[in-house]
């Protein structure tokens, strides 16, 4: 079984994920953009129970653009975010691409939402499905 890790900036919190992630995909929603502190951004879905995050974490809920409840966990050393859940998609905890060693072993992003967001110099390029 693949296994997959992802660290924050200062390494105090580990994520490893195990298996094939369900989704890959990228998010130009407002939130998203405060979230990574970029123009879009990129995470990656496994199931909870493929993800085992070690060190110690703070959390944070809000409710987002679409109207679901989010709760992100961020390293208490450093503040990098290192995963979130959404009441949408139970079971599932994303964690933003960036974070991972090695990230070009994870799959292309299969999906691009909240398009009608998208700044106008950002290309989301190859086989994605564009959803606004």
Not at 85 to 91: K, N
Not at 117 to 130: E, Q, S
Request: glycine content about 10%.
């Amino acid at each position: 079984m693949t296994a997959r890790r992802a660290r924050c900036r200062c390494g105090a919190v580990v994520a490893t994920c195990a298996g094939e992630p369900i989704r890959v995909s990228v998010c130009h929603c407002s939130d998203c953009k405060r979230r990574s502190g970029s123009a879009f951004a990129a995470q990656v879905r496994f199931p909870d129970d493929a993800v085992t995050i070690e060190g110690v974490t703070r959390e944070w809920s809000c409710v987002g653009e679409s109207g679901s409840r989010f709760t992100h966990r961020f390293c208490d050393c450093c503040g990098v975010a290192i995963a979130y859940r959404v009441d949408a998609m139970p079971g599932v905890t994303a964690l933003p691409i960036g974070l991972f060693d090695g990230p070009g072993t994870l799959p292309i992003p299969e999906y691009s939402v909240f398009e009608g967001r998208k700044l106008d110099w950002v290309a989301i390029t190859g086989p994605v499905a564009h959803f606004d």
